[in-house]
């Protein structure tokens, strides 16, 4: 069964940074496109940052564009959010997700996502 946990959230001030982990469970992780998401209170889910199963594609909301980097680490079964400049309405929860099929191109839907984190906070104060 497929395992993501999440880790690295917290508390920041406005224009601080944050790296968010996500540690994958099983063999295969280096085969699948992963993703973040985000909620925020009230909110519905939104796609933050995408990339693809190889590492060469990444996509990027446009509300963070500039200032989140994803990246993944498959000898480590390992995706990272790194946050700079982090805003108040940056505030959410962020879940990693995992595409439901192999070799799949990223996409923005969360539909798309068999499996998911259990989500940490990120909360930015001003």
């Known amino acids: 069964q497929v395992q993501l946990v999440e880790s690295g959230g917290g508390l920041v001030q406005a224009g601080g940074s944050l790296r968010l982990s996500c540690a994958a469970s099983?063999?295969?992780?280096?085969?699948?496109?992963m993703a973040w998401f985000r909620q925020a209170p009230g909110k519905e889910r939104e796609f933050v940052s995408g990339?693809?199963?190889?590492?060469?594609?990444?996509k990027y909301a446009d509300s963070v564009k500039g200032r989140f980097t994803i990246s993944r680490d498959n000898a480590k079964n390992t995706v990272y959010l790194q946050m700079n400049s982090l805003k108040p309405e940056d505030t959410a929860v962020y879940y990693c997700?995992?595409?439901?099929?192999?070799?799949?191109?990223?996409?923005?839907?969360?539909?798309?996502?068999?499996?998911w984190g259990q989500g940490t906070q990120v909360t930015v104060s001003s």
């Open positions: 099983g063999r295969t992780f280096s085969s699948y496109t």
């Open positions: 997700a995992k595409r439901a099929v192999d070799y799949s191109v990223i996409d923005v839907t969360s539909l798309a996502y068999g499996y």
């Open positions: 990339i693809s199963w190889s590492g060469g594609s990444t």
